[in-house]
């Protein structure tokens, strides 16, 4: 099976920013859009951010400006660079094929202190 491996989150003060990365298998990440999701507890998870494979890119409206997200071919890996965060970007961070799914993994948790 596919396997994204998230990486990155931490704790970071309001109004500062902060880069997840995204590493796929090389078959996953040539053939397949990736996306970054996020689930607060008791929510649905929500899209977030995508990047096809020509690159054009799709970003949720409570993030547009303020996130990018961006691939590196080389190294199989998509990004996640987020700036102005606020305490609604608190949540765990997922990233995975769009606009259907392989395998969820642990995700990586990002919490913004005001």
């Known amino acids: 099976q596919a396997q994204l491996v998230e990486s990155g989150g931490g704790l970071v003060q309001a109004g500062g920013s902060l880069t997840l990365s995204c590493a796929a298998p090389?078959?996953?990440?040539?053939?397949?859009?990736i996306a970054w999701y996020r689930q607060v507890p008791g929510n649905r998870r929500e899209h977030v951010a995508r990047i096809l494979t020509d690159g054009r890119t799709g970003y949720a409206d409570s993030v547009k400006g303020r996130f990018t997200i961006s691939r590196d071919n080389a190294k199989t890996t998509a990004y996640l660079q987020m700036s102005s965060l606020t305490p609604e970007d608190t949540a765990v961070y997922y990233c995975?094929?769009?606009?259907?799914?392989?395998?969820w993994g642990q995700g990586t948790p990002v919490t913004v202190s005001s």
């Open positions: 995975n094929t769009w606009p259907t799914w392989v395998h």
């Open positions: 090389r078959n996953t990440f040539s053939t397949n859009a």
